[in-house]
């Protein structure tokens, strides 16, 4: 994995994926051991969209590393504000750093940025397109939670249309296999074709696609949620229209099994009931966590420092 970008999850194998989530949970339980890993090392954020979990987590990754970072949050105060290119500033800070964490709003930014890099370039989030340290997130949630990733039927909820971090995980979830996706979402917000061409492609995944969640919620072991992408939106007014579409509260989690997980990417708006939280089943701040001990087992990956001690899942 050593100088990889990673654009999508694609760009990882399966046994490279399941290398990082053994990774990560080595280092949730060794904080001190792997505190200097990547002593010397910088990374540059470089964020031209809006975010808390993803930047903070992979600066706080790195820092936990025994890194540095550097890098802007919002382009204004980036020369980006004075017309310049994305490869032209993936040249520069190419010169600085040992590893590029991206987000961008346009979709194709971050493979952009990786051809005209010289370091390993991470997509985090690229548009309406992918999110794949989401992703990572994600599996090592439902890792934690049901000890695997497959043999599972999968709700996603909500803006499945623009939700990059839904987009990820049905296309990484495909390659693992035996995966049924329940796609629940208005009409205006459907999962994009090529999405639906990959379970397509995957002959022991499968979808149904539904408008009501009361009516499925009940088969599912896992329920995404997500948050209408106001962002990506060209009229206000829709928006407005289908933003609360979905609101997941006590009431509708009487129908669910004890055993299903509850994840949402965040931020949420009204797709959760502040009262979940309080449920077992709500996952989405373990999601956070995980987020920042997968990101801290991908960048320590990718710019090829070995974690002390830790003995490779593929040696075992
Ligand atoms: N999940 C996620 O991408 O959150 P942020 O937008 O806060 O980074």
Redesign the pocket.
């Known amino acids: 994995m050593i100088g990889k970008s990673v654009i999508s999850l694609d760009d990882l194998s399966i046994s490279q994926i399941r290398e990082l989530l053994h990774k990560a949970q080595y280092i949730d339980s060794h904080r001190r051991e792997v505190a200097h890993t990547c002593d010397g090392r910088v990374l540059a954020t470089l964020f031209y969209e809006?975010?808390?979990?993803?930047?903070l987590s992979f600066e706080t990754a790195m820092l936990r590393l025994g890194g540095k970072v550097i890098g802007f949050a919002g382009s204004q105060l980036s020369s980006a504000s004075k017309g310049e290119s994305i490869a032209d500033t993936l040249k520069t800070v190419s010169n600085y750093v040992d590893v590029v964490a991206i987000?961008h709003p346009k979709e194709g930014a971050a493979l952009v940025a990786s051809r005209a890099a010289s370091v390993p370039v991470i997509n985090?989030?690229d548009g309406g397109h992918m999110?794949p340290t989401?992703t990572l997130a994600d599996l090592a949630t439902l890792q934690s939670r049901f000890g695997r990733v497959t043999d599972l039927t999968v709700g996603l909820c909500g803006d499945l249309m623009f939700g990059r971090?839904v987009h990820s995980l049905i296309e990484t979830l495909c390659r693992f296999g035996n995966v049924h996706f329940v796609l629940i979402s208005p009409d205006e917000l459907k999962t994009p074709q090529y999405v639906l061409d990959r379970i397509d492609a995957t002959p022991s995944c499968s979808y149904t696609e539904v408008k009501d969640l009361v009516s499925v919620i009940g088969d599912l072991d896992v329920l995404y949620m997500t948050r209408v992408q106001q962002e990506r939106f060209f009229n206000e007014d829709d928006y407005l229209r289908l933003r609360d579409t979905y609101i997941l509260d006590e009431d509708k989690l009487q129908l669910a099994k004890e055993s299903m997980a509850v994840l949402h990417?965040?931020?949420r708006i009204n797709e959760i009931a502040v009262e979940v939280d309080n449920d077992p089943r709500a996952a989405y701040f373990e999601q956070v966590k995980n987020?920042m001990l997968m990101r801290m087992a991908l960048e320590s990956s990718v710019v090829g420092d070995e974690l002390p001690g830790y003995e490779p899942l593929e040696a075992k």
């Open positions: 809006p975010s808390t979990r993803t930047r987000r985090a989030g999110h989401q971090t990417p965040l931020p987020g």
